[in-house]
């Protein structure tokens, strides 16, 4: 998970006598994409086409069905450019540039600063960088923490917010196997969803973007991974792993649970309900199973040794070394401290702060506009990071996104975690009282959904432009309920920010400066939802002892859906069932290397030497869901969509020959 | 939820004008059967012919199912009595007997006695009643706490235990609906099965059943329910209630999510899988739905203000009489006083005791294993109430069972129960560690469940039979698991026999008592999986606004499968589909009444006022889950499959005429 600005030219030229050129780099990196609902894609034309994965397209293609049209699950083929269909609210970057502003963070907090006054100057610091950015490049400007705190760099991105869908599959072969193969392999997904980016209008005219590989790639190449890691956890030190053991990790595998039990029920009462629900539920059972993998190896005795020896070797090595004792001897004493303190917050402070006690769009939509009148009072640097004046714009596309609000899941949605709330804290809890006003978790819930005007995006607008004294005026119950929330809530932010982020922030800097003068600046740091490069080699596994295959093939898709009858999720979709006859069915399907890769990562273009696109990452097996913690590749396998069977599938069940064409235009 | 010999004819007299003969109720008792995996049945015929709920057949018709033959999903018909199916391991009970031995059970605790003492002389007198009254009779004999502790019956029953099939219909037409409308209605439901009780190869002749009433029942009727409500908390204190609301409920819903996810995904990875798991899931999502409905009950502050309204009524009702105050007041505190104790183990104590760590039929076989050593080498008084000598029958049944035991289910389960252990207890603590022996949960299981060999019923007896030398001999990997958790597990029996079941009885006996005296003995005691009697009226009720009807039809089956384009769980069979033209549709199919009801009446026989059969309890609707807490037939109903659709459905789809003959003898 390399940094753009800062590649691993020394490792790639060592293991594979490669070094790819300053254009190659480029290339890659602004043919890359960050998809912002959660995941990576690429453009693959030089009239904006976009490729990336069907599930991280599913939150658009949600947003676009209605009860008569159902892109999610029957896919969609735009025959000409304006059959293609504007994306109701998706936001996307491109990287264009990476600056190092590690000084200036830091030189605006001075070594007297206690911890509050800390946070509140590095915050400060952040907003005013990225508005001067912004004001000047006219480009979204995010400062980027590393290594936990160790460095800031800016990140400048240029954004395209009108995003129109061109092709996708439909949902049974995109996800075939379903939850059961998720996390798998072999597998035989077609999980890729095309899109082009527009700009007044019209297609946009861009300079990188990746070629196609016709004839993809074999066992044993060097494959790389461009994409948008959402997070990990590997320089953590061990008392954080454990507090993610006791504390975080069971409380969102709890969320988890609770909501997909939540979401299947609703969805099993109608064909209709299934659909409103299926974008939530195929994102909840994805996560319910990555945390129980996370969890599985935070429980591992094994696991939790080979940290606790790198980490003891580590802090021998500082305690041996006089200066870089007393400049970093006190990191892990400082990071338990601080822990203790989030043990002692964190459940409250997720239901609370987190948003999980109010699982209801309209209650986030509530809570911004109370949120966004009290901070645009503020002058920029003191405001609370998400309303940032840079950000402002993607706040208010969500805001005011005309997506639509389906009271009936909003309402089972928000009742299910109003109950967990009073579990949580206590029926006899104060606040709890109050936010239930006399009624059951269902009856407050109903009430609630059933009141507020919220669904009315004009009112929205009314509001969110109106400011504090319209806000305040409201009488809106789900403003109310905001409105009542807000000083307990904002008392637990402060004091996460103060005494939980800021000391770890500085602990981690210290350590992170310590590992370099021990071992150099040789790792990368974890992943932080930004563009890194990963590389690896095309490689099958062992598993259970048996070795299996590097590919699959559309082939074995075919066995697999007999071996089952043909019964979800193993269904294959009728067009394709069509198409048997003609489809070349040794076409490889799916493959498997061992390039590093973490949620986030899903749509990100893989490559070969030649900077080329050989597939599409959009997934990992059970064996890496443990990669949060720890790199290992004796059975760990990232899992890409050959390029080869999108190519197959879009000529011969699909019949998308223009697309074809496109992807292979010189 | 009346005692049989303690029958409602004051209140049946007064508001229906009824006075059931002597005859009338012994009838009605001799033809009442407990079915003991936790339901209820009744005898319809001469023959000992037998009819119950499919959900509760659903145990055994699962454990005679193979991979090739699915009687659970796929239902049966005896054409003849030589293909009538034996059950596996079915037990049921009729009661023939009731015998109030309070004077004596409380004769055996002397007023000096200290909690744990106290504890010891009744367990002991209870084992011994039992084992002279199976000596004297032959009879099943169980001592049973009414009242929470203010008397004891002695019940003796005929058992049954060569239990054989006769009927089952497929599974989706029994569930029609499913999980979405469970707990609903309208409803359409043929939630039956009937069996037939052999004793010697032969049918049983017995001389008490039920006639069938082939014109059903009306909508006002008076109507009786005859079963064995499995438990309810109706006087509980509201101190207790808060425990429940806090502690036991959310920890209970918390195991049926983590189930009923592991079970689900377990089910759909393949057709076999889901046949393996069927029984289990059902239950899990039925009782997860339950809770749900529970804890909202406990959610709702206008709940709670009722029971606190009634118990300060009766709390000044006995500080106003001195005499009352001495012997009563105190109750109270003293409730509040074990139930600190059991908010203290409790999480522990049911992963330990109650064996929620290890989920895992094979592990349960290896703690009877152990247990059975220890405590046969004990005299009968002093054993753990599960093994006294005259339940030891019954255990074996069980422990040698030939029901089949899927190697791969037990692995997935123990598994993930024990990482929630892990998770419960934290990972640092000494019994976890050495349970998990340097494993992570998931290859602890695997190599437990690979290396036992208690699959083995030979070697199960081998053992049973062997007693303590051979079973301290064993080196079988559950065996020495259950030895290990044994000193542990015993202890926390130990604080909670002594320091939270036995207080709670002797402070509830005092304030049931206190009631007596209060309001005469106008109160039936909470229910306790016991034979008892309930009456109510067949009557509609409205629902957000909406009334509904009494009963629904056959024509609605059709109706509503046709609305979900027959997709499940809203699809009908084959053989239905196929007689529609034939059925006559109008034929009332389930109806709702004013009943008293709770989880274990299920397949209790309807009766009307002569006695005779007009239903089958199999559910209730959502509005009665807190029922458990306090009746309340505003919107509250119980749910019967109406006789009439089981006839026609037997005749028409079935064509099991002499079946219906045997039904309709008279």
Known sequence: MWLFNRPPLKQLQQRYSFTPPPEWLERLQKSSIRVNVGGSASFVSAAGLILTNHHV??????????????????????????????????????????????????????????????QKARRAVMNTIEKESLDKTGLRSDVVTLYQGAEYHLYRYKKYTDIRLVFAPEANIAFFGGDPDNFEFPRYDLDVCFFRAYEDGKPVKIDHYLRVEPNGINDGDLIFLSGHPGGTSRLNTLAHLRFLRDVQNPFTLDLLRRREILVSTFSERSVENARRASDGLFAIANSRKAYIGLLEGLHDPAMIRTKAESEAALRARVASDQELQSSSGHAWPAIENSLKTDRAI????????????????LFRIARVLVRLAEEKKKPNPERLREYRESNLESVEQQLYSEAPIYTDLETAKLANSLGHFVEALGAEDPLVQQILDGKSPMNRASELIRDTKLLDVALRKRLGEGGEVVVDASDDPMIKLARLVEPRSRKLRKIHEDEVQEPLRQAYAKIANATFRVSGEETYPDATFTLRLAFGTVKSYEDSGRHGPWRTTIRGAFERA???????????????????????LATPMNFVSTVDSIGGNSGSPAVNRDGNLVGVYFDFNQQSLRWDYLFDDRQGRSICVDIRAVLEALRTVYKADKLVSELLAK
């Open 57 to 118: 397209a599913l939150d658009c293609l949600q947003k676009l069905s209605t009860a008569t049209r159902n892109y999610a699950s029957n896919g969609y083929v735009a025959k000409t450019r304006a059959d293609e269909v504007k994306c109701v609210d998706l936001e996307t970057n491109v990287l264009m540039s990476i600056e190092d502003v590690t000084q200036r963070v830091n030189a605006a907090v001075s070594p007297g600063m206690d911890l509050a006054e800390a």
């Open 562 to 584: 007999a071996e089952h009858k043909n019964q979800p999720p193993f269904d294959l979709p009728e067009s394709w069932l069509m198409s048997n006859a003609k489809l070349k």
């Open 346 to 361: 964190f459940v409250e402070w997720s239901l609370l702060e987190g948003g999980s006690a109010f699982n209801s769009r």
